[in-house]
């Protein structure tokens, strides 16, 4: 019987970092007014989460939204079963929190996606709202249904659940998002708790 090749999505999935570390939670609109004041930018923030109980040394790693700006971890070792969350403006690192030391608002309130990438360049989640959120939904759809087709060659059941998927999705394209400015990953959650090696540099910011 002859072998079928698997989209890169499938290889990706195979990444051990893709099951143990996750985007767990993101507050993408402050509470209160957006008016750039410091409070303001750590109002939005980013729960990264590490779901196994080794530690994940995050070194290296990037949180980028969608037009392309990114923070880089430098020195930071995640504990198993803990999170740390990155927030927009400045403050003091800490075991459980990070800030990116930015002067302006980061995350788009209408529509955006967070997108967590290892050291290696690989893709270890993605957290989108809005309209990013519709597209992420749809073109998921398309590559599982693409992968079922490379697999069991069913054309129709491809046709067919692309088609539903499509539809179902241009619903969602014309509803506002969340009026709390919030989207959670269900069952991602767990107690915080994040070490930072001693003498880490300043966080940086970088235009892709």
Request: net charge positive; proline share 5%; aromatic share 4%.
């Amino acid at each position: 019987m002859a072998a079928a090749a698997l989209p890169a999505s499938a290889d990706q999935d195979r990444d051990p970092d893709r099951q143990r570390v996750v985007i767990s939670d993101v507050q993408y609109n402050a509470p209160g007014p957006d008016n750039r004041s410091n409070r303001s930018l750590n109002g939005e923030w980013v729960n990264i989460t590490n779901r196994s109980r080794q530690s994940v040394d995050l070194r290296g790693w990037t949180l980028r939204n969608s037009e392309g700006d990114r923070y880089t971890f430098r020195h930071l070792r995640l504990n198993g079963r803990s999170t740390v969350t990155v927030h927009t403006g400045f403050g003091r690192d800490t075991r459980h929190d990070v800030y990116q030391d930015r002067r302006e608002h980061l995350w788009d309130n209408r529509s955006d996606r967070a997108t967590l990438t290892n050291r290696r360049g690989a893709v270890v989640d993605t957290e989108s709202w809005g309209r990013t959120a519709t597209a992420a939904t749809t073109a998921t759809a398309a590559t599982t249904a693409t992968a079922t087709a490379v697999t069991t060659g069913a054309t129709t059941a491809v046709t067919t659940a692309v088609t539903t998927a499509t539809a179902v999705t241009a619903v969602t394209a014309s509803a506002d998002p969340p009026s709390r400015g919030r989207v959670t990953a269900t069952g991602r959650d767990t107690p915080s708790g994040v070490s930072l090696r001693p003498g880490c540099p300043p966080r940086a910011w970088d235009r892709a």
